[in-house]
């Protein structure tokens, strides 16, 4: 689930990474790292791993309904066509990949669209993947492909990115461990900049990355 060649085209977006790098609002490695870690603390930490939580239990539980508004939720909380795009997209490359394998049928899954943490947790209960492992491997997943973007986008080398990588180690686990304790009325976030970032991404004349 958290491998870089699950082809579920995780590499092809950036978030606003991209343009926020063209814009020269990121210009060195610090700024990269401060650009991560805020979108970890301050975005992944109050709304994709508490919802990833909700999701993976009510997969467990077999709750549908339950499963339904969360990803409801989670794809009503995606601010410009191209996060939802990026969301669905992944979802529906997930939900193809994991009935090829054989893990579900069409019936198992709550909706035509899905968000692709609907399929991460169902694809982690599946595999007894427990809810804080699930959020971990999708938290380094998540900044795996954003350094990955980085390095496409912005010369700073392989080196730096482990630099970035390494140094956001206990930001990762510090919100997944906020994120799994937040009630359901504190779930939400919006990140203006990245908000910003990723509309002015939509029409940016030349991109790497999928819009």
């Known amino acids: 689930l958290t491998s870089p060649s699950l082809p579920i085209g995780g590499f092809s ?13 990121l210009k060195n490695e610090a700024d990269t790292r401060a650009w ?3 979108l970890i603390v301050n975005s992944l930490a109050n709304l994709d791993v508490p919802v990833l939580c909700r999701l993976h239990a009510a997969a467990a539980a077999s709750c ?9 939720i989670i794809l009503a909380s995606r601010e410009t066509s191209e996060l939802y795009l990026e969301d669905t997209q992944m979802g529906a490359a ?5 009935l090829d394998l054989g893990f579900f049928t069409e019936a198992d899954f709550p909706e035509a669209d899905i968000s692709y943490l609907t399929g991460f947790a169902m694809a982690a209960v599946s595999k ?3 809810s804080q492992s699930a959020c971990i491997g999708f ?7 954003q350094i ?3 390095l496409k986008a912005f010369p700073l080398g392989q080196t730096a990115g482990q630099r970035i990588f390494h140094g956001l180690a206990d930001d990762v686990v510090n919100a997944v461990q906020y994120g799994m304790a937040l009630d359901d009325e504190q779930i939400g976030n919006s990140m203006p900049g990245q908000i910003m ?6 029409e940016q004349y030349s991109r790497l990355f999928r819009s």
């Not at 549908?64 to 409801?72: F, G, I």
């Not at 997930?94 to 994991?98: E, G, N, P």
């Not at 970032?197 to 939509?202: F, R």
């Open 13 to 25: 977006w950036s978030q606003g990474l991209e343009y926020a790098i063209d814009a020269g609002w």
């Open 36 to 38: 991560l870690q805020g």
């Open 64 to 72: 549908a309904d339950s499963m339904k508004q969360w990803n409801e």
């Open 94 to 98: 997930l939900r193809r990949l994991l």
């Open 128 to 130: 007894g993947v427990n």
């Open 139 to 145: 938290m380094w997943s998540w900044l795996e492909n």
């Open 148 to 150: 990955a973007a980085t």
């Open 197 to 202: 970032a990723s509309m002015l991404h939509e």
